[in-house]
């Protein structure tokens, strides 16, 4: 059987999926693609609205590979997909949607948290609002790298991911001025000992690392708690 795909898609072109969402939620998207040379990378909007920051792929030439999106928060009823090409010559197969969460040992970004799971006081300071705008969570962009800001002792924000194998740490990319501090909680329980995150500058960023972990395989949620102002870039499951 002949495989069916949208060949060659350069940078600054884009393709529009409607959609007829049954239920509100959090969803998965899974794109099969594969490019034609390097540098090949896109974006995933939402009526509009970006959901994703730039996705770049692996591999070249005839290897196709699946790029893995969640969460993408989704209304009920008649929604559109659109998938906005960045860089590179890319070819497309198929753009999957499902239930999902994200998976680990990988990288969470700190950005892509659960949707309406957090309390957060400063929302509206974040200086990035073309990525979940719709969110009370601060989201800036400095150096490159998109980040929670604006953080104040209290808040939290709460991520959904599923363990495909044990994970016994986790490392927090963050910065602080000063006195930024940290503690993470997993699954509804207790939270850690504190961690001191502070690198002296808030755009100069450093690895806190949690180790007293015990995530076993199937689906767990965890809780930042921002114990003293900081910046949060990412989280690695190891």
């Known amino acids: 059987m002949a495989l069916h795909i949208l060949k060659s898609m350069k940078s600054g ?25 390097s540098g090949g990378k896109f ?22 590979n699946e790029a893995f999106i969640y969460p993408v928060e ?25 239930e999902g969460c994200s998976q680990v040992p990988d990288i969470i970004q700190a950005e892509d948290f659960d949707e309406g799971k957090y309390q957060f006081r400063e929302s509206s300071k974040g200086n990035f609002k073309t990525y979940r705008s719709d969110q009370g969570v601060a989201i800036s962009a400095n150096s490159n790298i998109i980040h929670i800001s604006n953080t104040s002792g209290g808040d939290w924000i709460q991520y959904t991911f599923k363990v495909l194998r044990p994970v016994s740490k986790v490392t927090v990319c963050g910065a602080a001025e000063k006195d930024g501090k940290f503690a993470l909680s997993f699954d509804g329980g207790e939270q850690l000992p504190p961690v001191p995150a502070t690198t002296g500058n808030w755009n100069t960023y450093s690895d806190f690392l949690v180790s007293n972990v015990q995530l076993s395989e199937g689906i767990h949620t965890m809780k930042i708690h921002m114990l003293n102002p900081m910046n949060v870039d990412s989280f690695d499951f190891q």
């Open 13 to 37: 072109e884009w393709v529009r999926y409607s959609i007829n969402v049954k239920q509100t939620g959090s969803y998965a998207i899974t794109c099969r693609m594969c490019q034609q040379c």
């Open 74 to 98: 989704l209304q009920k009823g008649e929604q559109y997909i659109d998938l906005r090409i960045q860089g590179g010559e890319l070819d497309i197969d198929c753009i999957k949607l499902g």
């Open 43 to 64: 974006r995933i909007a939402i009526n509009g609205v970006y959901k994703t920051n730039e996705i770049k792929l692996n591999g070249s030439g005839s290897t196709w």
